[in-house]
């Protein structure tokens, strides 16, 4: 018998008990208590005095087929902290996976989950992890079992690129969202009218994302204050070793001056505007007349700060976003150089393979055979 089915079992007991009133939440029997705390409350040296009323919360997560383990640690990790500093059952978390079967990450690594697929209850929260390939990870089976959680009033989220599956489950209309941002770029091709964020994390009503790496550990720390107060979130960073907590608006890339290591403003404007127009005609020329540049003085300056030409920093731009749309969907070939702002099928395979040492059809090849289990 598994831990869920135990559950089961114990709640079932629980509301035929003659001690349970009716519309009241089932008392928890001792057993069940002392399993918690075995399984849910680990021993450390740090301690919070906090007073404790309620039933713990219930966190779900429905782990992928080749799903980012750091993601998923960095959302349970402060649930297992806030127990441990409080010496309480806060939270309970159970891992899932559509058949029941354990499941391999992204980094080859198997995690062993508690069963199947199964309805939750309208308190609890269900999560869906994911990581490589992303959009088509979640079966038929999954994205029912997120519309029925999200139908019945329950809290749905999405980890890394669980926003994917959040989409195609039609959960996200008129939502603000966030995934993370290698993945952004593919999502926008698949799903243009929704306009994704660049946010670390986002609540909106009873949708949760984040932008998966260790965001996860902010999104949980900002629940963790909002079920328990400032002090003990505080503590559950400080035991992260996350320093100060992040907002949930904070962007997850480093500014552009940042990444090239310059705050020249005429090169940014420049930057920003190739970034912003990777599938228009971006041309050079225009860039010049806008900027009263001559072709050699925007030459010079990408040359002092960046090391490269003009021409060959919009093609790697253009080219990393090709190898993103290549990875995280089932776009083809032509329809992903398109995408990418190349107007020539010949000069984009050249560009690719000089870029990444793969055709892209090699590259394609060598993505489903990785994805094979």
């Known amino acids: 018998m598994t831990l869920l089915d135990r559950l089961d079992r114990d709640t079932a007991a629980a509301v035929a008990s003659p001690r349970h009133a009716p519309g009241a939440a089932p008392p928890e029997d001792p057993p069940s208590r002392d399993r918690d705390r075995q399984r849910f409350v680990s021993q450390g040296a740090a301690f919070l005095p906090l007073a404790v009323s309620g039933p713990p919360r219930d966190f779900y997560f429905l782990l992928l087929p080749r799903m980012t383990m750091l993601a998923f640690a960095s959302a349970v990790e402060p649930l297992r902290i806030a127990n441990q500093l409080t010496g309480s059952c806060l939270y309970r978390w159970f891992l899932l996976s559509e058949d029941g079967a354990p499941v391999r990450c992204s980094n080859g690594v198997s995690i062993g989950v508690d069963g199947a697929l199964r309805?939750?209850?309208?308190?609890?929260?269900?999560?869906?992890?994911?990581?490589?390939?992303?959009?088509?990870?979640?079966?038929?089976?999954t994205l029912g079992w997120l519309r029925d959680?999200?139908?019945?009033?329950?809290?749905?989220?999405?980890?890394?690129?669980?926003?994917?599956?959040?989409?195609?489950?039609g959960l996200l209309s008129g939502r603000r969202f966030t995934?993370?941002?290698?993945?952004?770029?593919?999502?926008?091709?698949?799903?243009?009218?929704?306009?994704?964020?660049?946010?670390?994390?986002?609540r909106d009503?009873?949708?949760?994302?984040?932008?998966?790496?260790?965001?996860?550990?902010?999104?949980?720390?900002?629940?963790?204050?909002?079920?328990?107060?400032?002090?003990?979130a505080m503590m559950v960073a400080d035991m992260c070793l996350h320093g100060g907590h992040r907002m949930p608006v904070q962007r997850q890339r480093v500014s552009v001056a940042a990444a090239v290591g310059s705050r020249n403003p005429v090169l940014l404007r420049i930057l920003r505007r190739m970034r912003a127009g990777l599938t228009d005609e971006v041309m050079l020329t225009d860039i010049l007349r806008d900027e009263l540049l001559s072709r050699r003085q925007v030459e010079r300056l990408f040359r002092h700060?960046?090391?490269t030409t003009p021409a060959r920093f919009l093609r790697d731009l253009r080219?990393?976003?090709a190898h993103s749309?290549?990875?995280?969907?089932?776009?083809?070939?032509?329809?992903i150089a398109f995408a990418?702002?190349?107007?020539?099928?010949?000069?984009f395979r050249k560009a690719y393979r000089a870029r990444f040492g793969l055709s892209p059809v090699d590259r394609c090849k060598r993505k489903r055979a990785e994805a094979r289990p």
């Open 325 to 335: 749309l290549m990875m995280d969907t089932d776009m083809t070939t032509t329809e």
């Open 305 to 307: 700060h960046l090391d």
């Open 149 to 169: 959680h999200a139908r019945h009033g329950g809290m749905v989220g999405g980890l890394c690129t669980g926003a994917f599956s959040l989409a195609r489950a």
């Open 319 to 321: 080219l990393d976003r």
């Open 205 to 232: 009503n009873r949708i949760l994302t984040c932008g998966g790496g260790n965001a996860p550990v902010d999104m949980m720390i900002a629940l963790i204050e909002e079920h328990h107060g400032p002090d003990l």
């Open 119 to 141: 309805p939750i209850g309208r308190a609890d929260t269900g999560f869906v992890c994911s990581g490589v390939d992303g959009y088509l990870a979640a079966s038929s089976q």
């Open 340 to 347: 990418s702002g190349f107007h020539s099928l010949g000069s």
């Open 179 to 202: 995934l993370h941002w290698e993945n952004q770029p593919a999502f926008t091709e698949r799903f243009p009218d929704l306009p994704v964020s660049d946010a670390l994390f986002l």
